[in-house]
């Protein structure tokens, strides 16, 4: 998400960033900071909705200091 895409006085407040899918891993990777609005925040993620993935969860990984993969923060496995 992106400043342009907020209302007129709409804050976002939950970071945001960018993601890949790791076939590897079997693994969604989120990587890197949104530029307008920072690191994501995962203490506002509440439920996924995997219907685009054939509805199946996988692991999703944050990797703080992409593209360093030194550290790895899994957020739900």
């Known amino acids: 998400m992106h400043r342009d895409m907020l209302a007129p006085g709409e804050q976002?407040?939950?970071g945001g960033g960018l993601w890949k899918i790791d076939e590897g891993r079997?693994?969604?990777v989120l990587y890197g900071r949104s530029f307008d609005f920072g690191p994501?925040?995962?203490d506002y993620v509440k439920k996924i909705d995997w219907t685009g993935l054939g509805g199946t969860?996988?692991?999703l990984l944050y990797l703080p200091h992409w593209p360093s993969e030194e550290e790895v923060v899994p957020?739900?496995?």
């Open 57 to 59: 969860p996988r692991p």
């Open 26 to 28: 079997g693994a969604i």
């Open 40 to 42: 994501p925040d995962f």
């Open 12 to 14: 976002c407040t939950y």
């Open 75 to 77: 957020i739900m496995i």
